[in-house]
Nanobody, 124 residues
Framework: QVHVVESGGGLVQAGESLSLSCVASGSIFTINGWAWYRQAPGKQRELLAS???????NYADSVKGRFTISRDIRQNAAYLQMNNLEPEDTAVYLC??????????????????WGQGTQVIVAS
């Protein structure tokens, strides 16, 4: 099984920055990529940014230019640097890992593994 844990959330003032971390652990065979989502109360889950193991990244228009996604393959980790935060960024931030768990000596099926999320609150 693969476990995903996010950290780094908190309470900040508008205009400040936060850096979120996402670490995968357990019986990892391979990781194809990571993605950060957020979910605010009463709103649909929103894809913010994604990055492949090879380093290709994509961003939602709502965060382009303010958020930066990166990854550390050796640490099985991804990060989300969030700058110039706005009250509208208040949400639970979740990490999704696209990968395969070990199944004997080979990898199992390609699966999305989710963390529990980390809360970000931006005060005006």
């Amino acid at each position: 099984q693969v476990h995903v844990v996010e950290s780094g959330g908190g309470l900040v003032q508008a205009g400040e920055s936060l850096s979120l971390s996402c670490v995968a652990s357990g019986s990892i065979f391979t990781i194809n990529g990571w993605a950060w989502y957020r979910q605010a109360p009463g709103k649909q889950r929103e894809l913010l940014a994604s990055i492949t193991s090879g380093g290709w990244s994509n961003y939602a228009d709502s965060v382009k230019g303010r958020f930066t996604i990166s990854r550390d393959i050796r640490q099985n980790a991804a990060y989300l640097q969030m700058n110039n935060l706005e009250p509208e960024d208040t949400a639970v931030y979740l990490c999704k890992v696209d990968g395969r768990a070990r199944d004997g000596v080979l990898g199992g099926e390609r699966t999305d593994y989710w963390g529990q999320g980390t809360q970000v609150i931006v005060a005006s």
